[in-house]
């Protein structure tokens, strides 16, 4: 996806998500953590530290915060996103907002918790990419800590997305795509046209040509447990399934 359409996209993104139950997630997430993290809480004043990897406009990052007082972290590539998301959080917010590449990040210290939801890691096509997030635990990713993300599931990319397009109208934005799939790679092609306005009457058009890749839990554990990640359980939710690993002990 280009940046220019990413940056618009960014003005949209929480009407785009409007389907996604946040406060439901949010609260799954916090069970999750509750039970199965066993890490020395890194954050502030004894607080567990969570790293949310692609966290867009920061609506999970924030919920996790205010509603469940975490110590958080947000990571996204789009300046603009970190934009919308500190403007949600508000002045009293201690959330520290990072502008990098999700699969290249670096931080100062060891995270309890990594999250990345809504699909982010199937927007992850390159599997040397992917790798990379992986690996990368054994630098921040605190002992008994937990990867916690969520996939689509194969009836999602090859039923509800398939070869087929979609047309969706909002008050401040219509955004149309044509998608393919391709059984063999496991790679979702989505060309996007978005028409939006900033004044209510004059339209502007942005075109960007989007990719996803299907993931098996069975490839997703295996990768996991190269780089020191035992699998703790899922969850399905719809079309997705929400995994849990944690870091354990060598």
Same mark, same amino acid.
């Given at each position: ?62 919920k /996790? ?28 917010? !201690?959330?520290?907002? /990072? ?14 918790v990594?999250?990345?939801? !809504? ?13 990379r ?40 934005? !219509? ?12 790679l ?20 960007a !040509? ?7 839990e069975d490839?997703?554990?295996? /990768? ?27």
């Open positions: 996806m280009n940046e220019e359409f990413y940056d618009i996209i960014a003005r949209y993104y929480d009407s785009m998500q409007e389907g996604i139950d946040h406060d439901s997630w949010a609260k799954m997430l916090d069970s999750f953590i509750k039970e199965y993290c066993k890490s020395e809480p890194q954050g502030e004043d004894g607080k567990r530290l969570i790293c949310d990897l692609g966290c867009g406009s920061g609506t999970i990052t924030i /996790l915060e205010q509603d469940y007082g975490y110590d958080l972290i947000g990571i996204d590539h789009s300046v603009l996103m970190l934009d919308e998301a500190r403007n949600l959080a508000g002045e009293d917010s !201690t959330i520290l907002w /990072l502008n990098q590449d999700i699969t290249e990040y670096e931080l100062y210290g060891k995270a309890d990594f999250i990345c939801t !809504t699909e982010t890691v199937n927007h992850i096509t390159e599997r040397e990419a992917l790798t997030i992986f690996e990368s635990f054994a630098t921040y990713l605190e002992e008994g800590g937990l990867f916690i993300f969520d996939v689509a599931t194969k009836e999602h990319f090859e039923k509800t997305l398939g070869d087929n397009v979609f047309f969706e109208d909002y008050d401040d934005f !219509t955004l149309l795509w044509d998608n393919s799939y391709d059984e063999e790679t496991g979702s092609t989505s060309d996007m046209t978005i028409f939006y306005s900033e004044d209510g009457q004059n339209y502007s058009r942005a075109d !040509t989007v990719y996803e890749r299907y993931y098996s490839y997703l554990k295996d /990768l996991a447990g190269e780089y020191g990640l035992s699998y703790i359980t899922r969850k399905e939710e719809g079309e997705r399934v929400f995994l849990v690993f944690r870091r354990d002990g060598e």
